[in-house]
């Protein structure tokens, strides 16, 4: 069982992972790393009752390819409070 749609980081490797630095702290960690080394995540997740659990997840590190870089565009399948705030922005 790897990530899942809700989960929210907390700690990759054992360091704390910050939201407004996450993106930094996560390429720091994982720049050191090499392919098939064991990489330990904590996430907040949401069990059958609603209730947030802390859960560890270990899985090897794989290479990966980003064949997209610095996207900005418009979210496929965007909830209606984001086309509320699109629409608020664009229609300025």
């Known amino acids: 069982m790897g990530f899942m749609k809700g989960d929210v980081l907390v ?3 054992g360091k704390k ?3 407004e630095t996450a993106k930094q702290q996560i390429a ?3 720049a050191t790393m090499k392919e098939g080394s064991k990489v330990e995540a904590k996430v907040l997740r949401k069990n059958a009752k609603g209730k947030e ?3 560890e997840l270990i ?3 794989k290479p990966t390819v ?3 870089k610095n996207y900005i565009g418009p979210l496929q399948n965007p909830t209606p409070e984001q086309l509320k705030i ?3 922005w664009i229609n300025k």
């Open 17 to 19: 992972i910050k939201p």
């Open 86 to 88: 699109r629409k608020a």
């Open 53 to 55: 659990v802390t859960v």
């Open 11 to 13: 700690s990759l490797d």
């Open 66 to 68: 980003n064949t997209e």
């Open 59 to 61: 899985a090897e590190m």
């Open 28 to 30: 720091e960690i994982t």
